[in-house]
């Protein structure tokens, strides 16, 4: 399956799109259904997939609460989120003033933490998740989900048309040597990369 690369960033940036947009696209439009004047609670908004979404939503014109650790809250920031909870500081539903329409749940979770995000949403709402299911109670009224990313030409070629248009930026926290590829993935296992890291030949 093959879409024209952006023109508008460098090539290797481009590579950072495929894998992460098309999860994000699939699960602000696809899934979550998100649509202006929503409510979005973005969970793991610094990584790779956070930095797509928060920017999908935006363009779908929700309301955008995402968590972040402090290293990456200018970024999310930047990506368009109106309120940047660090979830190293406090559990997210301590600073939210009100239930959500969608939750967005894009890290691995303990069974604690997965529990206690599922009653943030509204009755009605919806739940997609990435990573770690997140169920809600049975009689709570939310459709929850866990999905897996597929290939699909027409929404890559979307997401491209939205890079060209500046709509969407690529949050490329570094750019490595493919001699450096081991470094990273250690990097990565150990919770110390943010955003996507581009690998140069
Ligand atoms: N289902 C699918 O189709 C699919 C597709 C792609 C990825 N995935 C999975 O989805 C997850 C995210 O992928 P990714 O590429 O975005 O990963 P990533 O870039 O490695 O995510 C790392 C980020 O997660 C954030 N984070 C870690 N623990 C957190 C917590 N408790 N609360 C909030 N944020 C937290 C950190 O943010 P800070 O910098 O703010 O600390 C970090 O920047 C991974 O588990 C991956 O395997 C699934």
Do not use: C
Request: glycine share 10%.
């Amino acid at each position: 399956m093959l879409v024209a690369a952006p023109a508008a960033v460098p090539l290797a940036n481009a590579a950072a799109l495929p894998l992460a947009g098309l999860t994000a696209w699939q699960a602000v439009f696809e899934h979550g259904q998100v649509a202006a004047g929503q409510r979005v609670l973005v969970n793991g908004a610094g990584g790779g997939v956070g930095g797509f979404v928060t920017q999908l939503a935006k363009y779908a014109g929700a309301e955008v609460i995402a968590t972040a650790g402090a290293r990456s809250t200018e970024a999310v920031r930047r990506q368009g989120a109106d309120h940047v909870v660090d979830y190293t500081a406090m559990p997210v539903g301590a600073a939210l003033d009100g239930p959500v329409d969608t939750l967005l749940n894009l890290v691995p979770l303990s069974s604690p933490d997965a529990a206690a995000l599922a009653p943030l949403v509204r009755p009605g709402g919806r739940i997609v998740s990435i990573a770690t299911p997140v169920e809600p109670a049975v009689d709570a009224g939310v459709t929850a989900m866990h999905m897996v990313a597929r290939n699909d030409v027409a929404h890559l070629a979307a997401l491209v048309e939205l890079v060209d248009a500046g709509v969407v930026t690529i949050d490329i926290s570094e750019s490595r040597q493919l001699a450096a590829l081991a470094d990273v993935h250690r990097l990565s296992e150990a919770g110390r990369t943010r955003g996507k890291v581009i690998i140069i030949p």
